[in-house]
């Protein structure tokens, strides 16, 4: 997903319904309820995702399709799909070994491309016996840096020729697309290899200044784990690990950066204190002092953000939270003093860079993009937020 606005076609939830309507409304009472979707083809509701600017389809038995515009749900105007429906709309774009795995194992990841429309991410799962499906738009263009509106400061962290780069947040909030343009200006920069490790792959990055390889777990590689194995036998400059999910993915990560390796990664977490904790608390209490130690030395930095409903006019804005570890930093996370991290990004901002995820919201709410309602409902320290906008208690924001 884009950090940018959507596109201007899709102005408000009402203009996407409206056209949904003159593009599949159809005579339906005297046609059976199986047969009331019969013509519907998949690749249609993908171009209705592209025009409408959406983020994602949504397919499963019982409703009409449904598209995220700006962070909302907005239904196609056609009848509710039935269980055949579901199934011969999903399998459409399926492979025939791929109905087998999913099949199989009652849940699919892939990714594929429409020539002249997008790339498109799915997870395809059961839902009360039924077929179901989520569909992520990916861009096939990668996003120019500028164009995303995030800190300049970014770019510098790449200027480094090993350690450990995370970009963190929730489902939805960029993460994918604010790697793909890192990595893509090191690409144009760099002489190197870059090997990705994905799941499934988003972004497809061409061959510029640097040789680029991207293995899809279950397609290039059976999983995270023998990727991870393997990575270091394959001559890497510069390597991209999709997810950092558990343990040995975590301990691989840390690992490779130690032996002079760029590495970016992601997590679902939702503040830069809370992605130190996740890496750390997934190893046994024995091994927690080692991983500190060896993760003060090689990170190199975490960027934590989310994309927020801009709260006077359509589309979103990205609101970033940024940790540069500096000498005082990579202490305390050596001497487990996780709690102090966040009173030391704030210490020295105008050198560093460095700046907090409410700091963030503050400077979107004084510009007038996004409300205090909304600013609150993003934060995890509300109280700090609500002394930075000026908001007592009875104000009615307890």
Do not use: W
Request: glycine share 6%; hydrophobic share 35%; proline share 4%.
């Amino acid at each position: 997903m884009s950090n940018s606005d959507s596109s201007e076609n899709s102005k408000t939830n009402v203009e996407a319904t409206q056209k949904t309507e003159s593009v599949y409304t159809r005579k339906t009472k005297t046609k059976d309820q199986d047969d009331q979707n019969a013509d519907l083809k998949i690749q249609q509701l993908f171009k209705l995702m592209v025009e409408n600017g959406a983020s994602d389809l949504h397919i499963t038995a019982g409703v009409a399709p449904a598209l995220r515009v700006n962070g909302e749900i907005v239904r196609v105007k056609i009848p509710p799909l039935t269980p055949n429906d579901t199934k011969r709309i999903v399998y459409q774009i399926l492979s025939e070994d791929q109905k087998n795995e999913f099949e199989k194992n009652l849940e699919l990841d892939l990714s594929f491309g429409i020539k002249g429309l997008a790339r498109f991410r799915s997870n395809v799962f059961y839902s009360k016996g039924a077929i179901a499906a989520a569909f992520r738009l990916v861009p096939t263009i990668i996003p120019d840096f500028k164009s995303l509106k995030l800190p300049s400061i970014l770019l510098s962290m790449t200027d480094i020729d090993s350690g450990l780069i995370l970009v963190t947040g929730p489902t939805g909030s960029g993460k994918s697309t604010t790697l793909a343009s890192l990595l893509d200006r090191l690409n144009d920069k760099e002489l190197a290899h870059i090997i990705t490790v994905e799941d499934p792959i988003e972004f497809v990055h061409t061959h510029k200044k640097c040789i680029v390889n991207q293995r899809e777990v279950g397609s290039d590689t059976n999983d995270f784990s023998d990727a991870m194995r393997s990575l270091l036998r394959q001559d890497p400059d510069i390597i991209l690990i999709g997810e950092l999910r558990d343990k040995e993915t975590v301990e691989a990560a840390i690992k490779i950066a130690e032996t002079g390796h760029l590495v970016f990664g992601t997590l679902h977490t939702n503040s830069c204190v809370q992605t130190i904790n996740r890496l750390v608390n997934v190893f046994p209490a024995d091994q927690q002092d080692q991983i500190r130690t060896l993760l003060s030395f090689v990170l190199q930095g975490i960027v934590s953000q989310r994309l927020i409903k801009k709260s006077f006019e359509p589309g979103r804005v990205v609101s970033i939270e940024l940790m540069i570890p500096n000498i005082g930093i990579r202490n305390l996370i050596r001497e487990n003093k996780i709690h102090q991290l966040y009173s030391q990004m704030q210490t020295g901002q105008e050198r560093s860079g460095m700046i907090t995820m409410n700091q963030s919201l503050f400077k979107l709410v004084e510009a007038g993009i996004i409300s205090q309602e909304v600013a609150l409902l993003n934060t995890t320290v509300p109280e700090e937020l609500k002394q930075m906008l000026g908001i007592k208690e009875r104000d009615g924001y307890e």
